[in-house]
């Protein structure tokens, strides 16, 4: 009942720019934390930005001052601004929203963790 999902990634050159944006969808009251994470081949999911509802945001030391994460609490929705690409930060990004509060058609369900199915992000040298 509860989806998130990301728009298309792409495959930019080194220096460049691409927005990436994620949508949750369901009938949802609240979302507590959204972010994202990337993976890269061979190596662990790693935390990319975050942000709570209150608009606190978090980043990874690797992307300050090049990634900018911005929500819509109104729409639910979560974007990633990222500028200054290097060739590192290819890997696929994924949405995070962690304690979604929704309505079930007959109560109330909060669900921790939640991810999307992932986009491609592809920076060439």
């Known amino acids: 009942q509860v989806r998130l999902v990301e728009s298309e990634g792409g495959l930019v050159q080194s220096g460049g720019s691409l927005r990436l944006s994620c949508a949750a969808s369901?009938?949802?009251?609240?979302?507590?934390?959204m972010g994202w994470y990337r993976q890269a081949p061979g190596k662990q999911r790693e935390l990319v930005a975050t942000i709570t509802s209150g608009g606190s945001t978090n980043y990874a030391d690797s992307v300050k001052g090049r990634f900018s994460i911005s929500r819509d609490n109104a729409k639910n929705t979560v974007a990633l601004q990222m500028t200054s690409l290097k060739p590192e930060d290819t890997a696929n990004y994924y949405c995070?929203?962690?304690?979604?509060?929704?309505?079930?058609?007959?109560?109330?369900?909060?669900?921790?963790?939640?991810w999307g199915q992932g986009t491609q992000v592809t920076v060439s040298s």
């Open positions: 995070n929203a962690d304690l979604i509060t929704y309505w079930t058609g007959s109560g109330y369900r909060s669900i921790n963790n939640y």
């Open positions: 369901g009938s949802i009251v609240s979302i507590n934390v």
